[in-house]
């Protein structure tokens, strides 16, 4: 696979240098995305780790959230990290009043499962697909999946500690995500899977 996918950053919140760095270093073009004619433009998106209910309200505000759902239900492949996994869930637990989500996988997931910004942590997770070596990952304010539907294809799961079997990363069709944050490490692994699965989309379409 040789082409090289034009992979928006969804650009109103949290590490999009670091993900734009990572998907570079994968083999893609990133562009920032804040408006719906940005978002027209890419091949693939990023929604990065943040705030879900900032992301949400921020997404309302730039007149995102429609437009971003109509491309994602049109096929657009989409990547979640962190809060970016809240977004594309289609259930939310541990919301805020009214909290709404662009959706797309068949999940639902827990914010702030793995407590609060004291409790972050790192740690090894076996993530399928992505080499025998297990991903450092690092898991800040992280959610959790609770449950699945029959669609989602489970790539990870916590090994260790009080939380062990718990989801932090998972697939369905073109849309992917995970509970911690990959664009944090210089292992992008994450994203060189996430990069190949926008060219192999490209070549389809």
């Given at each position: 696979?040789?082409?090289?996918?034009?992979?928006g950053?969804?650009?109103?919140?949290?590490?999009?240098?670091?993900?734009?760095?990572?998907?570079?270093?994968?083999?893609a073009?990133?562009?920032?995305?804040?408006?719906p004619?940005?978002?027209?433009?890419?091949?693939?998106?990023?929604?990065?780790?943040?705030?879900?209910?900032?992301?949400?309200?921020?997404?309302?505000?730039?007149?995102?959230?429609?437009?971003?759902?109509?491309?994602?239900?049109?096929?657009?492949?989409?990547?979640?990290?962190?809060?970016?996994?809240?977004?594309?869930?289609?259930?939310?637990r541990?919301?805020?009043?009214g909290?709404?989500?662009?959706?797309?996988?068949?999940?639902?997931?827990?914010?702030n499962?793995?407590?609060?910004?004291?409790?972050?942590?790192?740690?090894?997770?076996?993530?399928?697909?992505?080499?025998d070596?297990?991903?450092h990952?690092?898991?800040?304010?992280?959610?959790?999946?609770?449950?699945?539907?029959?669609?989602?294809?489970?790539?990870?799961?916590?090994?260790?500690?009080?939380?062990?079997?718990?989801?932090?990363?998972?697939?369905?069709?073109?849309?992917?995500?995970?509970?911690?944050?990959p664009?944090?490490t210089?292992?992008?692994?994450?994203?060189?899977?996430?990069?190949?699965?926008?060219?192999?989309?490209?070549?389809e379409?």
């Amino acid at each position: 696979m040789t082409a090289v996918p034009t992979i928006g950053v969804l650009a109103l919140q949290g590490d999009v240098r670091e993900h734009a760095r990572a998907l570079e270093e994968a083999g893609a073009r990133t562009v920032k995305v804040r408006r719906p004619d940005e978002l027209e433009r890419v091949d693939g998106l990023v929604l990065p780790g943040g705030e879900s209910t900032t992301m949400w309200r921020l997404a309302r505000s730039f007149e995102l959230l429609e437009p971003l759902r109509k491309r994602i239900e049109a096929g657009m492949p989409a990547y979640g990290s962190c809060a970016g996994m809240i977004m594309l869930a289609d259930r939310i637990r541990g919301g805020a009043a009214g909290q709404e989500t662009v959706g797309g996988i068949d999940m639902t997931v827990r914010r702030n499962a793995f407590g609060r910004q004291v409790d972050s942590f790192e740690a090894a997770v076996p993530l399928t697909g992505m080499g025998d070596t297990p991903y450092h990952a690092v898991f800040i304010r992280a959610p959790w999946v609770e449950s699945v539907g029959d669609a989602v294809e489970i790539l990870g799961r916590a090994e260790s500690g009080p939380n062990a079997g718990r989801i932090v990363a998972v697939r369905q069709g073109r849309l992917m995500a995970t509970a911690f944050h990959p664009e944090l490490t210089g292992d992008f692994r994450v994203h060189h899977y996430f990069a190949d699965l926008v060219r192999r989309t490209t070549e389809e379409d």
